[in-house]
């Protein structure tokens, strides 16, 4: 079931912050996860693993390089969903 | 005629968590005071798989109540225990500002990771290769506790991580004395770690006769030197130390517990894990140590004895300790604070370290639990009863460890 853009924020929101400590408050779309979120290489695949799980969406790997921003990210999955 | 004390090595900040308290001075009191940190353990796996022991001594303070819950999620219980040592130490020497260059980390450990390592292969068998944690490899890494107390206090001289079984905590600390004795650090947080509470070890443990049984008791369960003992009781925990030059320690004027004036090793090359019944080995490790600390085997006042609990390592130990002290033994006080503690494996050397170091700075030396009948075949003078105390002036005092493979470790402290 497709879930709204909010939806999805929060609930990566809530993966990021349980695998990084990071404050959900600070997760915002045009955050860049490495950048602005001083995430590695290693969060990035347990939070993609967490999100795919959470979301019902298979994110392959190959695709993992092009989610730069939270926003990409969101939108990655919304997609996946419809 | 030089010594190999020309560079000293003192004691200047001491951390512990473990199954007694989650400080230093929560443990050092319970143990003043007798207290056993064994207990029933209420997890579902331990009737799930039948254990055959049902009891163990468990951390006293958990982790997420100390550390961020980010760091109990990426770190091993194992570092975890390490990091809540090395902190408290750190603190306890005064958060000494420091060339990072000239600090240096040597933490050991037993087993390692065994809880990330079997928690993720279950994650494999069962959800496969995608939902295996990525930091799975560092956390059950055995120098991953020394890299994540390097990492947190910025230590670069260096971090390391002996392997010796239940001597891997002592080892870790003579490994640290020579690092500041050959001059690569001046400063070394050292110490050891272990998180082996799991079904695991507990049934290898206790399919080769090594844990005790008495599981209607727990608390009467670790009964070194007693008639009674019917094996160790496993324990968790870290205990960590800030070690340091003497001249570095004194330029800053830091508070010096003791000197760790030395360190002691063999090898017995006689069994995988039984120890030489005539002690040759583990009294060689000793009188090294002593000779190594400028002393002679009568300047030696105290020993904090490994002492499991087992039938046969209590009296091989006490061969040994005769041995190589001869009529001088029943001159020395002994203790075995794994009365109280359980044997916390790869953290045993560094937390007994830490009591014997305490023992010799505040005089006093805690009393073995549990001792109702005390072996004829072991006739040391172990303190029980009331603690005992030490005399003003000069002392020393010895810590043994030793660990299956045949790994021996002494220790020995001045006072300061």
New interface residues.
């Given amino acids: 079931m497709a879930q709204s853009e909010q939806e999805i924020l929060d609930g990566l929101a809530e993966i990021v912050n349980?695998?990084?400590?990071i404050d959900t408050a600070s997760v915002e779309m045009d955050k860049s996860f490495t950048e602005d979120l001083d995430i590695d290489s290693?969060?990035m695949?347990?939070i993609v693993?967490n999100a795919e799980e959470k979301f019902g969406v298979r994110i392959p790997d190959s695709e993992v390089k092009n989610l730069k921003t939270v926003r990409d990210a969101v939108t990655f999955i919304s997609g996946a969903q419809a | 005629m030089t010594s190999i004390r020309d560079r000293r090595v003192v004691v200047t900040g001491l951390g512990a968590t473990t199954p007694v308290g989650g400080t230093v001075p929560e443990t050092w009191e319970a143990i003043l005071a007798g207290r056993s940190g064994a207990r029933t353990m209420d997890f579902d796996w331990v009737s799930k798989y039948e254990l055959p022991v049902t009891f163990a001594a468990l951390i006293a303070t958990q982790p997420i109540d100390v550390l961020?819950?980010?760091e109990t999620?990426?770190l091993d219980p194992s570092s975890q225990y390490a990091l809540i040592a090395a902190r408290e130490a750190w603190a306890d020497a005064g958060a000494p500002e420091i060339d990072p260059e000239r600090l240096g980390a040597a933490i050991g450990s037993g087993i390692g990771g065994v809880w990330t390592l079997l928690d993720q292969w279950d994650v494999l068998k069962e959800k496969g290769p995608?939902?295996v944690?990525?930091?799975a490899v560092p956390m059950l890494m055995p120098n991953g506790p020394a890299a994540a107390v390097s990492l947190d206090l910025g230590a670069r001289a260096g971090a390391h991580t002996t392997v010796s079984a239940c001597a891997s905590g002592a080892e870790s600390m003579g490994y640290a004395i020579d690092m500041i004795r050959t001059g690569r650090a001046d400063v070394v947080v050292a110490g050891g770690t272990e998180a082996a509470v799991h079904p695991l070890p507990i049934a290898g443990f206790a399919a080769m006769q090594a844990l005790s049984t008495r599981n209607d008791d727990p608390a009467a369960a670790s009964r070194p030197y007693d008639t009674g003992r019917d094996g160790f009781v496993l324990g968790e925990g870290a205990a960590v130390f800030v070690l340091e030059s003497e001249e570095h320690a004194k330029a800053r004027g830091a508070r010096i517990y003791a000197e760790l004036a030395s360190v002691g090793m063999s090898a017995d090359a006689h069994h995988i894990t039984a120890p030489e019944p005539n002690g040759s080995g583990a009294s060689r490790a000793m009188l090294y140590a002593v000779e190594r600390a400028d002393l002679a085997p009568t300047d030696i006042l105290h020993i904090n004895a490994h002492a499991t609990s087992t039938p046969v390592g209590d009296v091989a130990e006490y061969n040994a300790i005769k041995r190589a002290f001869g009529e001088h033994t029943d001159n020395m006080s002994v203790t075995a604070t794994k009365s109280m503690t359980g044997h916390l494996l790869g953290a045993a050397g560094a937390l007994e370290a830490v009591i014997t170091v305490l023992s010799v700075y505040h005089r006093t030396v805690p009393a073995t639990i549990n001792l109702d009948e005390q072996d004829p075949e072991i006739p040391l003078n172990v303190v029980k009863g009331e603690h005992q105390k030490l005399p003003d002036g000069d002392i020393a005092a010895l810590n043994n460890s030793f660990g299956f493979g045949g790994h021996n470790v002494a220790l020995a402290v001045r006072s300061y």
């Avoid at chain 1, 349980?18 to 400590?21: A, F, I, L, V």
């Fill in positions: 349980e695998e990084t400590g290693l969060s695949m347990t693993v | 961020a819950k980010v999620r990426r995608r939902r944690y990525p930091l």
